[in-house]
């Protein structure tokens, strides 16, 4: 018989002499309130607040970064770990819950040092109660227990929207979604608790196979014909409204390359009516695209929407598996990405302007500190994403620290942000992230570099006042006559 589970409280802190200062730094962010500006929880689970399924569709089944890592090995397929073939009926994959989780457990050695084990410890004994560790033996003992906690109120999302600390949440929701979820959150009360992120991916893509239909969705949901450019974008700027009068902060781009060059208006329509068409190339396609994150940049500017990009994920690498599955399924891998000269023509137009912010986000690390944080270190609209999907790690994360600070400081970053869709995962993401931040500014007190009160202020600014800076409430334009 094993001791129950207990977690080490000062895991991800460093050992030695920088504990006991990284210890102090860290409890002065520890019981801070959550402020999650970005992230991909549905607002279905706010606006309908309904109990959670299973431990498997909880946490398992949704969870990319968990599914990969048990496929990877390659004993494991994908209908094994629950997920069906697009348009496949029930028998095409696994659908007991309880040997879903089995495998899950039987394969919790393979996350060792990663930070999906951090994460999943944190859920599974902080929001969970749980008392053994996952394997093969205890699945069936941990499923009972979680599956016990699901069926109480007190698990249910907005319980554990209090539970966790969180005092705002961002979706992220489509340009075409309705908000009609969000305005009955906020006829309850919630309207400044769950706000709506503006993401036009779809419609900024001419070259998608369903750009046409993404156009036909505008034109209805805006009321606005997007028939030709000049429509197009005054659909656009009709969306961005109604997301700022719903509560939205920040609009989300998550292009594969940075290119923000403007193309001419003539230049412009042109391409637009050759996707119409069915006739644009892939090189058409591109400058549009980044012709397009000029323009959004140019209505941040009028709007006052923060302007996030998430750059450099080569999504779905594996056709057949995307043919076959569908997206998010653990296949979006890196690229090299440039920022210097791609983000010249936004920053030339919009870097000082007094109403314009932006966050750059990336996953190639090798740009934070030659290139990012000396553009978020002069440029005044703009600030410093966290570590994102690949890096948000504890290596990660104290590697950034180390390639930024020195170049842009604390205070040209935009704090954390979790980035994610799995919501029992919120609280031990922002945990990990004060963690590593503390034993970083431990660092600094040790080699006399700043005094601890310094560390102590600059810790609670990087947990809770920096996002709350930097994804600042957007002013409801008047209506005119």
């Excluded at 699901?150 to 979706?171: V, Y």
């Excluded at 109604?242 to 329509?269: K, M, P, Q, W, Y």
Aim: proline content about 7%; hydrophobic content about 40%.
């Amino acid at each position: 018989m094993t001791d129950a589970w207990v977690l080490n409280p000062d895991r991800a802190l460093p050992a030695g002499e920088l504990r006991p200062p990284a210890r102090e730094i860290y409890a002065s962010t520890a019981g801070l309130p959550l402020v999650s500006m970005h992230g991909h929880v549905d607002v279905s689970v706010f606006a309908d607040d309904q109990p959670f399924p299973d431990p498997a569709q909880l946490l398992v089944v949704p969870d990319h970064y968990l599914v990969r890592m048990v496929v990877s090995q390659g004993r494991v397929t994908l209908p094994e770990m629950g997920v069906r073939p697009v348009g496949g009926d029930a028998g095409e994959a696994e659908t007991d819950p309880r040997t879903i989780w089995r495998r899950f457990c039987e394969n919790w050695h393979l996350f060792r040092g990663t930070p999906t084990r951090y994460w999943l410890e944190h859920e599974l004994v902080e929001v969970f109660g749980a008392t053994v560790r996952p394997s093969a033996e205890t699945a069936d003992i941990l499923y009972d227990q979680i599956s016990a906690a699901l069926a109480r109120p007190d698990f249910r999302p907005r319980a554990l929207f209090e539970k966790f600390g969180l005092e705002i949440i961002a979706t992220t929701d489509p340009a075409t979604a309705d908000l009609a979820q969000h305005h009955a959150l906020a006829a309850e009360g919630w309207g400044e608790r769950v706000v709506p992120t503006f993401r036009p991916d779809p419609l900024l893509h001419v070259d998608r196979v369903d750009w046409r239909d993404q156009l036909e969705s505008l034109s209805d949901v805006s009321g606005v014909d997007a028939g030709d450019y000049e429509g197009y974008l005054s659909a656009l700027r009709q969306r961005r409204r109604a997301f700022v009068e719903a509560g939205a902060r920040a609009t989300d781009h998550g292009h594969l390359l940075t290119d923000t060059t403007e193309l001419g208006t003539a230049e412009a329509s042109r391409i637009f009516r050759g996707a119409l068409a069915g006739e644009v190339t892939p090189a058409e396609a591109q400058a549009f695209g980044g012709h397009m994150l000029f323009q959004m940049a140019r209505m941040s500017t009028e709007d006052g929407l923060v302007m996030q990009l998430h750059p450099g994920s080569l999504r779905d690498h594996d056709s057949g598996v995307a043919r076959t599955f569908g997206p998010d399924k653990g296949y979006d891998i890196p690229i090299a990405t440039e920022y210097t000269r791609s983000l010249r023509p936004l920053l030339d137009a919009f870097g000082h302007h007094p109403n314009f912010g932006f966050i750059a986000f990336t996953l190639d690390e090798t740009t934070f500190s030659r290139e990012l944080a000396p553009l978020a270190g002069v440029y005044p609209a703009m600030k410093l994403g966290a570590p994102w999907w690949f890096l948000d790690s504890p290596d990660g994360m104290r590697r950034y620290r180390e390639a930024v600070t020195e170049t842009a400081g604390f205070y040209n970053t935009s704090g954390f942000v979790d980035d994610t869709r799995a919501y029992a995962s919120i609280p031990a993401r922002h945990d990990l992230n004060r963690r590593i931040d503390a034993g970083y500014l431990a660092r600094l007190v040790a080699e006399h570099r700043i005094e601890l009160d310094e560390a102590i202020e600059t810790a609670v600014d990087l947990a809770y006042n920096l996002p709350k800076a930097a994804y600042p409430p957007v002013k409801v334009p008047a209506v005119s006559g």
